[in-house]
C-alpha cells in the first residue's frame, strides 16, 4: 500500500484538525461532519433466481486448477454465483484432497483486477486498443493465411483437448509445436533414457522406503509433484507408533524440502556426482552391495572416502555413515535432479543415482507406468532453435499461449530481440505479461472456473474442467478459439471439426467410456466426480541397463571463472517459476525460511559476509555473463560458504499491480549454455557481487529465529518416545491446584485443534486457505514492515546451531510451528476487554463481537501468544477481488480487533443442518477448518473433545501432546504433538 493510499485510509479529519474545529465551531458540528457513515449501497435481489442459486446455500463443482505442469482437481464453493473458496477433490488419487498454497489462491487470478478484459489489437505498432472478439479472430484468420515463412506455436504443456487441438492447428498451418516448460527436467529424462530405456519422469515410491537419500529434489516445494510427494513422504516419515523413516537431505542450501529431514548434509555447489560415486565406491569396497556393480564408471576407484572429501566438502564420517545406511536399510531409496542443482554433464548425476538404488536392489521403488505428463515438455533446445530461426528472418507468425518465455528464458539468449522481428505476434493469454506486452494480438483466455476442458497430469488421471460460474467478462476460451479458427482456414468442409468446443469435449470422452456403458450416465458420473482416477498403483519394473558406460569423463562441464561463488537459483514455492506473482496473497504469504514477503533477496552465508562486511538489509550487485542485479542480502548459516541464492518468481516488468517492478529475476543472469546431450539448459552461474553502499531494512514477518533455549517448538527423541514412561508434565497443561474458578462445563461440544510438529512442513497451504475462508485482508509491503500483517495464522520459524558432541560437528536446527489463536479457557484477553467484545462461548471457543469492539487493543496486550490482528485501516480491495469475499464472514473495519475463532461460521452450518432435520450430527457432518482442510500431510486435527472416540480428542491425550506455553495456565483448545527427532544434541 502505498503513502497516498494509506492516507486516505486514515480519513480526512485527524485528530489535531478535530481539536481546532471543536473549539472553533463547537462539538456537535464536528460529530456531524467528522462521523458521518458511509453512504449506504442498495441490496438488490433476484427478481427470478436461477433454479441452481438459493440464497445463502452453497453450491459446490469439481473442477481442475492446470497452474503446474501436475494440474489439482477440485471441489470449489460457489455462493450465490461466485466461486468463493478452494478445497481438494478427495476423489484424486495423487492429491488426496490436499492443496498447495498456489491452488488456494487462484481465486486471485480469477478476479485479478489486471486481467484482459477483452481482445486488443495493435495497429501501425501503436499501443494495444480492445477489439471485438470476432474482429481479433478475423487478424488471426488473415495473419495464419497472410503466412509464408514458418510459424510456430509454443505453448505450456498443454494436455487433453486443449493439447489436440493446438497440434491439429500446428499440423493444419504447418507450423511447429514447442511445449515450453522452464521447469522440465531434461537431465533426468535422458539420465532414465539411458539408464532404463525409458524418456520420462517417473514416480519414486518414496513411501515405500524406510530411508531416503535426496539430492537437491526440493519435493516438497516444486519438483515433479510436491502435492503427491507430501502425501508419499508423510507415509514414509510419520511416527506410525513403533517406527519412521530416516531422511538425509544433501544440498549447498537448506530449502523448505530440508527443513523436514532429519539431517541436512550442506555440500559445495553441483558436487553430488562425486558424493554419489563415492558413497558407491564405498559400498563396492566393503561388499554392502546386492547386485552387481556394472561398469558405468569406469573411474569409480578412484572415488575413495578422503578424495569424495576433498572435492565435495563433506566429512569423511558423515560419507561412511550415510553409504553403510543406505546400504543396510531394509528398504532405501535415492532421488534427485532439482532445476537449481542443473549444469552440464548433470544427467550423469542422476545416472550415479540410478545406479545406487540398482546395486542396492531398490530400482523397484521406480515405477515408469505412472509417469508425469511432463514429460511431454520440449526440451530447451528448442526455444534455442527458435530463436536462431527468428533472428534469421526466418519465422512470420508465433501464437504464445499461456507462458511466459520472454520473462524466464534467460536474456543472453536474446529471445526478446528475436521475438519482435516476428511480423505477426499472436498471444492467448489471461493476464498481460512480458509476452503479450510485445504481441500485436492479444486473445485472452477463460479462467479454468469460468469453462469447459479436461487436464491429464499423470498417466490414467483425467481431469474434467467446468465452469462453476459465468465469465466474469464478455470472452472466449481458448478451446472455442482454437475450433472457430481451424475451421475457418480448413477449406474441405470434411476436415472441420464440431464447432461447439463442449460437444467436441464430450465426443472426446467417449473414448474413455467403458463398453456397454449408457454414455450420459457416464459423463454426469465424470463431471460430479471430477474425471477419471487411476487409483490402481501396480506397475512394472524397469530393468537397468548394465551395459552403460560413460567412460572416464565425469568432470561437470562449468564455465571457467576466477571466482568462488556460485548462484543457485532455486524455484518458488509460491510463484513456481513467476506465473503466479501477481497474487496478493502469495506475496504477503512470508517465506518459510526467511519469513520475508513483497520481494526478492540473496541468501548469504554468514561466515562470507561477515568476511566481506556485509550485513542483512544491505544492496548487493551480483553480476554474471555481462549483466547484473541488485537485491537486498539475507544472512543466513543454512547455505554453504561457496553459494548465493535467489529464488525465482519476481522481477517483472510487466504483469499487474503486484507483480510488476518488484523483486528481480534472477535467470537474467544465467548464460546462453545448453547441454548437448540432454537439450536443457545449464543453470549452473558463477557470480561476482559487490555492495552498492545502499541499505534498507529487509522486510520479513519474523525477526527472531532462535528458540533462546525457551523449548517452544518441543522434540522427542525417538527412544523416549518408545519407551513406556509417561512423557506428560504438569508445565505442558494446566495447573489445576492454582485455579481459582471451577471448570467451565461443556454440555454439548467442546472444540479443540491438535498440530502435529512432525508432519507439518511449513508449506503456507493452510496460511493462504484462512485468507480466502475468513476475508483476512492484504495490507501491503510497508504495513508488514510496521508490524501490521493480518493473517490469523502464522508459520513460526526457529532456526538454531546444535553441536553434537560425539561427532563434534555442527548441524542446523529447522523447526516450524503453525500459531495461531489458542483459545484458552483460562484467556488472558478476555477479561481485560471493557465492552465485552472478546468472550468465551459455551462450546469453547473464544470469539470476537466485531461491532462491539472499540480498538482498545488491551487484549493484543494480555494475549500470551500474540496472535490477534488489529485493523489499522480499512482495507478495501480493488474490483472485482471483492467478490472473492465469503458472505457468511463478516467484513471488518478500522479499528476492529480480530483473530481465528475455529472458523466459526462452518461450526454454525453443520449445526444448523442438523437442527433443521431435528437430529444430532453424525461424525462425518463435523465441521472441518480451512487450514484442516488444505493441508496435505495431515497435520491439523479439529474435532469435539467432548467425543472420546474423536481423533482429536485422542490426539490430544498423545505422549506426544502438550500445550503451548502451558507453564501459564491458559489452558489453550489447541494442543501440539512434538516433533519426533534421532536420538542427537537436544536443543
Known amino acids: 500500500m502505498d503513502k ?48 441452481n442459486v438459493i440464497p445463502g446455500i452453497a453450491n459446490y463443482y469439481t473442477s481442475v486448477i492446470p497452474n503446474s505442469p501436475v494440474g489439482t482437481p477440485v471441489v470449489v464453493r460457489v455462493r450465490e454465483g461466485r466461486a468463493i473458496k478452494v478445497e481438494g477433490n478427495t476423489n484424486d488419487p495423487i492429491t488426496s484432497g490436499s492443496t498447495s498454497a498456489e491452488d488456494q489462491a487462484t481465486l486471485q487470478t480469477l478476479y485479478d483486477p489486471d486481467r484482459i478484459k477483452q481482445p486488443l489489437f495493435r495497429n501501425n505498432r501503436e499501443n494495444l486498443t480492445a477489439i471485438t472478439y470476432v474482429a481479433a479472430t478475423d487478424i488471426l484468420v488473415e495473419n495464419i493465411k497472410a503466412s509464408s515463412k514458418k510459424g510456430y506455436i509454443i505453448s505450456n504443456n498443454t494436455t487433453g483437448c486443449c493439447d489436440d487441438l493446438l497440434n491439429s492447428l500446428a499440423e493444419k498451418i504447418n507450423a511447429k509445436r514447442i511445449k515450453y516448460e522452464p521447469l522440465s527436467y531434461e537431465n533426468i529424462k535422458y539420465a532414465n533414457q539411458i539408464s532404463y530405456g525409458e524418456n520420462k519422469l517417473p514416480t519414486y515410491h518414496i513411501e515405500k522406503a524406510d530411508y531416503l537419500l535426496n539430492f537437491g529434489a526440493d519435493f516438497l516445494e516444486t519438483w515433479l ?52 560415486l563415492g558413497i558407491i565406491n564405498y559400498i563396492k569396497l566393503n561388499k554392502l552391495n546386492v547386485n552387481p556393480i556394472p561398469n558405468v564408471f569406469p573411474n569409480l576407484y578412484m572415488y575413495s572416502v578422503s578424495e569424495t572429501s576433498r572435492l565435495t566438502g563433506v566429512p569423511e564420517e558423515t560419507i561412511i555413515k550415510i553409504a553403510k545406511d543406505f546400504a543396510s536399510s531394509k528398504s532405501s531409496i535415492a532421488i534427485g535432479g532439482g532445476y537449481a542443482s542443473s549444469a ?73 530481440e528475436a521475438f519482435t522481428k516476428i511480423k505477426n ?50 470472452g472466449v476460451s481458448i478451446e472455442q478459439t482454437l475450433i472457430n479458427v481451424i475451421n475457418r482456414i480448413v477449406v474441405d468442409d470434411s476436415n472441420k471439426i464440431d464447432s461447439d468446443f463442449y460437444n467436441y469435449l464430450r465426443n472426446k470422452w467417449k473414448e474413455y467410456s467403458p463398453e456397454g456403458e449408457n454414455f450420459e450416465n457416464f459423463w454426469n458420473k465424470v463431471v460430479k466426480d471430477g474425471g477419471i482416477f487411476n487409483k490402481n498403483e501396480s506397475y512394472s519394473i524397469s530393468s537397468f541397463n548394465r551395459n552403460l558406460s560413460l567412460g572416464s569423463d565425469i568432470e561437470p562441464k562449468l564455465k571457467s571463472s576466477n571466482d568462488t561463488l556460485s548462484l543457485y537459483i532455486t524455484p518458488s514455492y509460491k510463484f513456481y517459476d513467476g506465473r503466479s506473482s501477481n497474487n496478493s496473497w502469495l506475496q504477503e504469504l512470508p517465506d518459510l525460511l526467511t519469513t520475508a514477503v513483497w520481494d526478492s533477496w540473496v541468501e548469504i552465508n554468514s561466515n562470507l559476509a561477515k568476511k566481506l562486511n556485509i550485513k542483512e538489509g544491505d544492496y548487493l550487485e551480483i553480476s554474471a555473463n555481462g549483466r547484473k542485479i541488485i537485491t537486498q542480502a539475507y544472512l543466513t548459516s543454512a547455505i554453504s560458504p561457496e553459494t548465493l541464492s535467489i529464488s525465482m518468481g519476481q522481477g ?4 499487474g499491480r503486484y507483480a510488476k517492478n518488484r523483486g528481480v529475476n534472477p535467470i537474467d543472469l544465467i548464460s546462453n549454455s545448453i547441454d548437448n546431450k540432454t537439450g536443457g539448459l545449464n543453470v549452473f552461474t558463477k557470480v561476482k557481487i559487490k555492495k552498492t553502499g545502499d541499505w534498507e531494512k529487509l522486510v520479513k514477518v519474523q525477526h527472531s529465529y532462535s528458540q533462546e533455549n525457551r523449548d517452544i517448538v518441543q522434540t522427542i527423541p525417538m527412544s523416549k518416545l518408545l519407551s513406556k514412561d509417561d512423557h506428560h508434565h504438569d508445565h505442558h497443561g494446566g495447573h489445576k491446584e492454582y485455579d481459582m474458578y471451577r471448570e467451565y462445563d461443556y454440555y454439548v461440544h467442546k472444540w479443540g485443534m491438535t498440530i502435529d510438529l512432525d508432519k507439518c512442513t511449513g508449506c503456507g497451504a493452510c496460511v493462504v486457505a484462512c485468507y480466502a475462508e475468513n476475508n483476512i485482508p492484504v495490507v501491503g509491503k510497508e504495513q508488514v514492515a510496521n508490524g501490521r500483517h493480518m493473517s490469523w495464522l502464522t508459520l513460526e520459524r526457529f532456526q538454531d546451531e546444535i553441536k553434537d558432541e560425539s561427532t563434534g560437528i555442527t548441524r542446523i536446527d529447522t523447526r516450524v510451528l503453525p500459531q495461531l489463536c489458542q483459545h484458552c479457557e483460562n484467556a488472558p484477553c478476555e477479561p481485560v476487554c471493557p465492552v465485552f467484545a472478546t468472550y468465551h462461548n459455551p462450546e469453547g471457543i473464544n470469539l470476537m463481537v466485531y461491532s462491539r469492539c472499540v480498538g482498545t487493543r488491551y487484549c493484543s496486550n494480555n494475549c500470551s501468544y500474540k496472535v490477534r490482528r488489529f485493523n489499522w485501516f480499512t482495507y478495501a480491495a480493488p474490483e472485482p477481488l471483492n467478490l472473492q469475499l465469503n458472505p457468511d464472514v463478516t467484513v471488518r473495519s478500522k479499528g476492529v480487533m480480530e483473530k481465528c475463532n475455529f472458523c466459526f461460521h462452518k461450526i454454525g452450518i453443520a449445526k444448523d443442518k442438523a437442527k433443521d432435520e431435528k437430529r444430532k450430527m453424525t461424525n462425518d457432518e463435523m465441521p472441518t477448518t480451512a487450514c484442516q482442510t488444505a493441508c496435505g500431510c495431515g497435520a491439523i486435527e479439529f474435532g469435539d473433545l467432548n467425543d472420546p472416540e474423536s481423533k482429536v480428542t485422542k490426539l490430544s491425550h498423545d505422549k506426544r501432546a502438550y500445550s503451548l506455553l502451558g507453564e501459564l495456565n491458559t489452558r489453550p483448545s489447541v494442543k501440539y504433538l512434538k516433533k519426533i527427532e534421532k536420538d542427537k544434541a537436544k536443543a
Not at 538404488?357 to 515408469?368: P, R, V, Y
Not at 517483472?652 to 504483469?655: L, Q, R
Request: glycine content about 6%; proline content about 6%.
Open 4 to 51: 497516498e493510499k494509506q492516507k486516505n485510509n486514515t480519513g480526512t479529519l485527524n485528530r489535531r484538525d478535530f481539536l481546532k474545529a471543536l473549539s472553533a465551531i463547537g462539538g456537535a458540528a464536528v460529530i456531524s461532519s467528522g462521523c458521518t457513515p458511509e453512504p449506504l449501497d442498495k441490496l438488490v435481489s433476484y427478481a427470478v433466481p436461477p433454479d
Open 425 to 474: 505476434r499472436v498471444s492467448a493469454s489471461i493476464l498481460s505479461d512480458e509476452t503479450t506486452e510485445l504481441c500485436d494480438l492479444v486473445i485472452p483466455d477463460l479462467h479454468s472456473f469460468e469453462k469447459w476442458g479436461d487436464y491429464e497430469g499423470k498417466t490414467g488421471n483425467r481431469y474434467i474442467m467446468q465452469p462453476v460460474m459465468k465469465p466474469l467478462y464478455d
Open 344 to 416: 552440464s554433464n548433470d544427467y550423469k548425476t542422476i545416472v550415479a543415482i540410478n545406479l545406487l538404488n540398482e546395486i542396492t536392489g531398490n530400482g523397484d521403488k521406480i515405477d515408469f507406468d505412472n509417469t508425469l505428463k511432463l514429460s511431454d515438455a520440449s526440451k530447451f533446445s528448442e526455444i534455442k532453435s527458435f530463436i536462431q530461426d527468428a533472428k534469421s528472418g526466418n519465422v512470420d507468425f508465433v501464437l504464445v499461449y499461456n507462458c511466459n518465455p520472454v520473462y524466464n528464458v534467460p536474456k543472453s539468449f536474446g529471445f526478446e
Open 652 to 655: 517483472h516488468t510487466s504483469m
Open 225 to 276: 509433484s510436491p502435492s503427491e510427494y507430501s502425501k508419499r513422504f508423510t507415509k514414509m516419515h510419520a511416527f506410525d507408533g513403533k517406527t519412521r523413516g530416516t531422511f538425509i537431505h544433501i544440498d549447498p542450501k537448506l530449502t523448505l524440502t530440508g527443513s523436514m529431514a532429519d539431517e541436512w548434509v550442506p555440500i559445495s555447489p553441483y558436487k553430488n556426482l562425486y558424493l554419489v
